[in-house]
């Protein structure tokens, strides 16, 4: 029987992110994902966004589908709501692999990141993202600017993973990062590579953040890599 693999996508994205890589990763694996709350056309909780959140909903799927311990690849929010779930469950995760997420969150990081999310300066500065929003999220897409905002500045106010509590998570983690991103940098990476007991990490070249204009062949091959099950 093929072992199961879940794959969690980032804030503003969708599991739809996945679909390029979900046909080979399935020749060897069962693969699991879902969209997180106000994603995809799903309704926002009706408490605020958080990550706290987003890590109940996953560790109740992996409960209800009887997953646990289970292999988790998040890409950027989803690889923070992983390594979040390996602290609040250990039972639940068995090993961890994280690409472009951020780590390094402040008051100061917070407010840079959410500068942005605002429907009427997305519409007059950026369309062509404000259509692949309405076409992945539908018309909630307006509403989930304002959550996610306030995801990240809750989460720049009280940053979940620190060194102290990252030294406790002892089960495999991978941290990737592009050469190239500019949300996300290598050397926040590396400080939380150093804070993991059994971490390794990979440096992906040529690559930004969003996880369309990461090389599928690459991606395929370090997952592959690391999930070794």
Same mark, same amino acid.
């Given at each position: 029987?093929?072992?199961?693999?879940?794959?969690?996508?980032?804030?503003?994205?969708?599991?739809?992110?996945?679909?390029?890589?979900?046909?080979?990763?399935?020749?060897?694996?069962?693969?699991?994902?879902?969209?997180?709350?106000?994603?995809?056309?799903?309704?926002?909780?009706?408490?605020?966004?958080?990550?706290?959140?987003?890590?109940?909903?996953?560790?109740?799927?992996?409960?209800?589908? *009887?997953? #646990?311990?289970?292999?988790?690849?998040?890409?950027?929010? %989803?690889?923070?709501? /992983? &390594?979040? =779930?390996?602290?609040?469950?250990?039972?639940?995760?068995?090993?961890?692999?994280?690409?472009?997420?951020?780590?390094?969150?402040?008051?100061?990081?917070?407010?840079?990141?959410?500068?942005?999310?605002?429907?009427?300066?997305?519409?007059?500065?950026?369309?062509?993202?404000?259509?692949?929003?309405?076409?992945?999220? *539908?018309? #909630?897409?307006?509403?989930?600017?304002?959550?996610?905002? %306030?995801?990240?500045? /809750? &989460?720049? =106010?009280?940053?979940?993973?620190?060194?102290?509590?990252?030294?406790?998570?002892?089960?495999?983690?991978?941290?990737?990062?592009?050469?190239?991103?500019?949300?996300?940098?290598?050397?926040?990476?590396?400080?939380?590579?150093?804070?993991?007991?059994?971490?390794?990490?990979?440096?992906?070249?040529?690559?930004?953040?969003?996880?369309?204009?990461?090389?599928?062949?690459?991606?395929?091959?370090?997952?592959?890599?690391?999930?070794?099950?």
């Amino acid at each position: 029987m093929k072992p199961a693999l879940m794959l969690l996508h980032g804030a503003l994205g969708s599991s739809r992110h996945f679909d390029a890589i979900v046909p080979i990763l399935s020749e060897q694996y069962v693969i699991h994902r879902f969209d997180f709350h106000g994603h995809g056309g799903t309704p926002l909780p009706s408490s605020p966004l958080s990550i706290e959140t987003c890590t109940s909903q996953l560790l109740d799927y992996i409960r209800q589908n *009887g997953l #646990g311990p289970v292999a988790i690849f998040g890409y950027s929010m %989803g690889g923070y709501v /992983a &390594l979040h =779930a390996a602290l609040q469950a250990p039972e639940a995760v068995l090993r961890v692999q994280t690409l472009a997420t951020k780590f390094n969150w402040s008051p100061e990081a917070a407010a840079k990141e959410t500068r942005q999310l605002d429907a009427g300066f997305l519409r007059e500065k950026a369309p062509a993202f404000v259509a692949q929003l309405e076409e992945l999220h *539908g018309e #909630g897409w307006k509403d989930l600017l304002p959550a996610t905002a %306030g995801l990240m500045t /809750a &989460l720049g =106010a009280n940053p979940l993973l620190t060194p102290d509590n990252l030294s406790t998570i002892h089960i495999p983690v991978r941290v990737m990062v592009g050469d190239r991103d500019v949300m996300v940098g290598v050397e926040e990476t590396l400080h939380v590579f150093k804070s993991l007991p059994q971490a390794s990490m990979a440096v992906l070249p040529d690559t930004k953040h969003p996880l369309d204009r990461v090389n599928n062949a690459v991606l395929i091959w370090e997952i592959r890599s690391f999930m070794v099950l």
